[in-house]
C-alpha cells in the first residue's frame, strides 16, 4: 500500500511553505548574526521569539503529537512533509515548537505525566514558554543499552534524591530551558528493564552543576548547547516522578520511536537543501573550461543523491505509516531502519555537498561545516548505527525462527 498524505496535511503544508518564503528564509542570516551578538555565547536570537509569535498567531503551531489534543490532529504521516519542511531550516522547527528534544519531552508529559506535571511544565512548553532537556546519556557507560545508566534516584521520605553525572544533553545551556527529564534507576535490584525512573528535576535546585559545554567537532550547537551535567544530592518531591518507580525503560521506549522519526523527516529536508545549494554551486563554478555541473563525475554524485534521498522518503512515509496504523512497537524494524538510512545517506549528501563548495564547503559562509557535523552528531543521538541494526537483525531472523519451529511442528 502507498502512504497517503491526507488533505488536512496537504492544506498545512501549503500554508507552511508561505511562512517559510515569507518569513524564516530572509531571516536565516539575521537568526545567525543575533546569535554571535553579546557576550553570551548561548543566547536566544530576537528574530527567534518574533518568528514564533507569527507562527502561533497563524495556527502553525505544535503540529506534532498524533492522537493528541494538545497537537494539529495530524497522524505521524501527514506531519512527515511538515517536518521535512522545517528541516531546510536548521533552527525552524523551533520557530513552530516542533524542536527536539521539546517534542519528546512533551510527549511524554502529555502521555505519561499527572495532571499537576502537565499543568507545571506541558502547559508552558506547548505555549513555547519554556524549553526542556532530556539527561540520559551518562560518560562513564555505554549509555547505547539504556539498562547501563548508574545515576541513582533514591526515595527518601516525600523526596527523591538524585547523584550521578549526565552529558551530551541538549538545550542545558538554553537560556529558556526550565525543566530537565532525568534517567535513572530507583530500584537496581529489579529486572533489568524496571530498575529505571524518570523525574522532572528543575535546573535551579540546589546539587546540580552544569559542568561545562561540549562541542562536535569545534561547534557547539548554540543557543541549545550539549552539555556535561553533575547532580550531587539533588533533592525533589516524590510527585516529580513520571508514571511510577520502575516505568523509565517503558517510557523512553514510547518516547524513542517518534523522536527517531522526527529526526529521518528533518535529514530529508537538510539533503534537499543541501543537494539545491551544491546543484546551484556546481552550474555557477568554471574548472577546466566548463561548468563542474557538466563534469561526468559530478552527473554521478548527483544522480545518486537524487535517488538515495527519494527511496529514503518512502521508506520514511511507510514507517510513519506503520506506526499510525500498528504502533510504534510493531514498526520497531522500520524506525531502525530509517535511523540508520537516514544518517548514512545525510552524511553522504553532506559530504558530496562539502565538496561541490571545495575549500569553503568547510567555513560556514554556506552553512555546510555545521550540516555535516549536525549529520554525525545525530548518527550518535537516539542509538547508534550498531544498536539499530542488532534490532533490524533479530527481528528479521525471528521470522525465520518462527517458520521453523511452525515447518517442525
Known amino acids: 500500500m502507498v502512504p497517503v498524505q491526507s488533505e488536512k496535511s496537504r492544506e498545512f503544508e501549503a ?6 518564503d515569507a518569513h524564516v528564509y530572509p ?15 548561548f543566547r536566544q536570537p530576537e528574530i527567534m521569539e518574533e518568528l514564533k509569535a507569527k507562527a502561533r498567531a497563524e495556527g502553525l503551531w505544535n503540529l506534532f503529537l498524533p492522537d ?7 497522524s505521524n504521516l501527514d506531519y512527515a512533509p511538515l517536518s521535512e519542511i522545517m528541516g531546510r531550516v536548521n533552527f525552524a522547527s523551533e520557530v513552530f515548537n516542533c524542536s527536539a528534544p521539546d517534542t519528546g519531552n512533551m510527549e511524554v508529559l502529555d502521555r505519561f505525566g499527572s495532571e499537576e506535571q502537565k499543568e507545571r511544565w506541558l502547559k508552558p512548553l506547548l505555549a513555547g514558554e519554556i524549553r526542556s532537556s532530556f539527561c540520559m546519556t551518562e560518560p562513564a557507560v555505554a549509555s547505547s543499552d539504556a539498562t547501563n545508566i548508574q545515576t541513582r534516584i533514591e526515595r527518601d521520605g516525600d523526596d527523591y534524591v538524585i547523584n550521578g553525572r549526565k552529558w551530551w ?3 542545558a545551556y538554553h537560556p529558556h530551558t526550565a525543566i530537565f527529564i532525568v534517567m535513572g534507576k530507583a530500584d537496581p535490584d529489579a529486572d533489568l528493564h524496571h530498575q529505571q525512573s524518570q523525574i522532572l528535576v528543575e535546573p535551579d535546585t540546589p546539587g546540580i552543576t552544569i559542568v561545562r559545554p561540549l562541542s562536535a567537532f569545534g561547534y557547539y550547537d548554540e543557543p541549545k548547547g550539549q552539555a556535561e551535567i553533575l547532580f550531587e544530592n ?11 518507580e520502575g516505568r523509565g525503560f517503558e517510557i523512553s521506549q514510547g518516547r ?22 551544491a546543484c546551484e554551486r556546481l552550474s555557477s563554478r568554471i574548472a577546466f573550461g566548463k561548468p563542474l555541473a557538466a563534469q561526468s563525475v559530478w552527473h554521478e554524485r548527483i544522480a545518486r543523491a537524487r535517488t538515495d534521498i527519494s527511496m529514503l522518503r518512502l521508506l520514511v512515509q511507510h514507517t510513519a505509516w506503520l506506526m499510525d496504523t500498528v504502533g510504534n512497537r510493531a514498526a520497531r524494524s522500520e524506525i531502525s531502519q530509517i535511523k540508520v538510512a537516514a544518517v548514512r545517506i545525510g552524511r553522504q549528501v553532506a559530504d558530496m555537498a562539502v565538496q561541490a563548495f571545495g575549500a569553503a564547503g568547510l567555513s560556514d559562509d554556506f552553512g555546510l561545516g555545521y550540516g555535516f557535523t549536525r549529520m554525525n552528531m545525530i548518527r550518535m543521538g537516539d542509538g547508534p548505527d550498531e544498536v539499530h541494526n542488532r534490532t533490524i537483525a533479530r527481528l528479521e531472523l525471528a521470522k525465520y525462527r518462527k517458520s521453523a519451529a511452525e515447518d517442525a511442528g
Open 256 to 277: 524513542l520511536g517518534p523522536g527517531r522519526i522526527h529526526h529521518c523527516m528533518r535529514i530529508i529536508g537538510q539533503c534537499e537543501r543541501m543537494l539545491e545549494i
Open 234 to 244: 539533588v533533592r525533589v518531591p516524590a510527585s516529580n516522578l513520571i508514571l511510577g
Open 68 to 74: 493528541s489534543e494538545n497537537g494539529a490532529g495530524l
Open 27 to 41: 531571516n536565516e542570516e539575521a537568526y545567525h548574526r543575533q546569535l554571535k551578538q553579546g557576550p553570551e555565547r
Open 169 to 171: 544533553i541538549t538545550n
Open 15 to 20: 500554508r507552511l511553505r508561505r511562512f517559510m
